[in-house]
């Protein structure tokens, strides 16, 4: 996986995971992100059901969790690729 590849853990009509992914998508113009929905995943849903959105990076594997702001994952992204 490259250096700036990162999950967002979120799931359908989640207003705080669109909140959240305006927020990547402000800071990260270079970001590779994937998009998994936990509800398609059992051990995900039961990991992240109350969770949600939360963003994990493939490098280091730290996650960041909501609620977080510019600042926050600003920091996060520069500290984990």
């Not at 849903?45 to 949600?52: D, H, L, N």
Request: aromatic share 10%.
């Amino acid at each position: 996986m490259p250096e700036n590849h990162f999950i967002l853990y979120s799931t359908a009509n989640c207003h705080l995971c669109e909140d959240a992914l305006a927020l990547i998508q402000q800071c990260g113009a270079n970001l590779k992100l994937s998009i998994i929905d936990i509800m398609d995943d059992a051990k995900l849903f039961s990991r992240y059901e109350c969770t949600i959105p939360v963003l994990k990076s493939y490098l280091t594997e730290t996650e960041l969790n909501w609620p977080f702001d510019v600042e926050a994952l600003g920091l996060f992204l520069s500290h984990n690729q």
